[in-house]
Every structure is written in C-alpha cells, then in structure tokens.
T-cell receptor
Framework: DSGVTQTPKHLITATGQRVTLRCSPR?????VYWYQQSLDQGLQFLIQYYNGEERAKGNILERFSAQQFPDLHSELNLSSLELGDSALYFC????????????FGSGTRLTVV | GQNIDQPTEMTATEGAIVQINCTYQ??????LFWYQQHAGEAPTFLSYNVLDGLEEKGRFSSFLSRSKGYSYLLLKELQMKDSASYLC???????????FGKGTHLIIQP
C-alpha cells in the first residue's frame, strides 16, 4: 500500500457520460498530480494541484476538470466521454510543490463502451 | 519541450545483466528519473540522477551523461520478478509535472 488511495479501481461507462475519479494523497502530502496512461500514448501528465490551488496543467482536455478540496483529496471529472478516453488514470502525491519523489496510487481503469 | 526515447522491448535471461537506454531532449535540465511498472500496476520510483555518473542501489544502477542527453538503467542478477516496463522521465511536462517516455518492456526468460 503506497498510501495514495484511488477509487474506484474499475469503471465501465457509456460514451457521452460523465464520471468522477477520486484520490486521497499520502498523509502530509500537499501536491496531487493526475496522469493518464493509454497503450499508445504512455503516461501523460494532466494536471497538478498544490494545497487546494491549481499549480500546473499538462495535456488535459477541456472536457476534463479537476479540483482539490480543503482536506486535500482530489477529484478528476471526465465528461462527454469518448471511446478514446479509455485508459488507466493515476493519481500521485508528493510532500511539496517541487518534490519529484512521487508516490503513485494504484489507478482507476476506465473503460468507455 | 521534452522528448524522450527508449527501446520498446528488450529480452534478457534470468541471472544475467541488462542495460536499458534512454535519450532525452529537454529545455532546462532538472534531473532524470527511472520508474518500474508491472502490468496494470502503479509506477514505482527506482532512481533519480541530477549529476553525471553512476548511482548504484543494490541490483539496480542508473547512469547519467548530461552533455550527451543520455541515461541508462543497469539491472544485475536478473530475476523473473524484474519482468516489467521501465520508464524514463524528466521534469518539465508542466511546472512540476514529469514527462515520461513510453517505457521499455523487459521480458526475462528462464
């Protein structure tokens, strides 16, 4: 157990739908990162939050959004889902804003049918 | 931007040594990471190099040459459990995000 908790582990949904993925960082970690991993693209950085505020954006689509709550857990919202959004979504956390010693959660496998 | 190249797949024999190469191009260097990822599981941190040279950590070592934009991960005394993907990554995908290579799938044969 890495200390980073992601729910749900698996999610199957239809095209056009909206889902929410949840992440609880390790105790004491203020930064949360979201990554998408598909077979052809590898691990892609989506977005980072630090202590409740958006810190950096990567290759995140406009249909996707995220937030970090006062208790530091984070949610990734994916809407108007397409078949190509099927992927593993990982959350990672670190203690500071510039600490690269990420700890990854076990991921949410999203299947869009 | 960042660009990372590593071989797609490698095969090695149990008990042997294997070297996984990574070349990178980045605007501003802030270190290079290696992660191990078993199929369907989370990536786990292996090493971080910021200065040139070899860093040894048990059976795994990582080498960096900043002038050549080159790194390698050396795995010794290979075990079947080392069958996994090995990901090279550099900072800069966002202010603090990592840009990952597509990974090298390492197959260990008996």
């Amino acid at each position: 157990d890495s200390g980073v908790t992601q729910t749900p582990k698996h999610l199957i949904t239809a095209t056009g739908q909206r889902v929410t993925l949840r992440c609880s960082p390790r105790s004491g970690d203020l930064s949360v990162y979201w990554y998408q991993q598909s077979l052809d693209q590898g691990l892609q950085f989506l977005i980072q939050y630090y202590n409740g505020e958006e810190r950096a954006k990567g290759n995140i689509l406009e249909r996707f959004s995220a937030q970090q709550f006062p208790d530091l857990h984070s949610e990734l919202n994916l809407s108007s889902l397409e078949l190509g959004d099927s992927a593993l979504y990982f959350c990672a956390s670190s203690e500071t804003v510039t600490n690269y010693g990420y700890t990854f959660g076990s991921g949410t496998r999203l299947t869009v049918v | 931007g960042q660009n990372i190249d590593q071989p797609t797949e490698m095969t090695a024999t149990e008990g042997a040594i294997v070297q996984i190469n990574c070349t990178y191009q980045t605007s501003g260097f802030n270190g290079l990471f290696w992660y191990q990822q078993h199929a369907g599981e989370a990536p786990t941190f292996l090493s971080y190099n910021v200065l040139d040279g070899l860093e040894e950590k048990g059976r795994f070592s990582s080498f960096l040459s900043r002038s050549k934009g080159y790194s390698y991960l050396l795995l010794k005394e290979l075990q079947m459990k080392d069958s996994a993907s090995y990901l090279c990554a550099v900072p800069g995908g966002g202010a603090d995000g990592l840009t990952f290579g597509k990974g090298t799938h390492l197959i260990i044969q008996p």
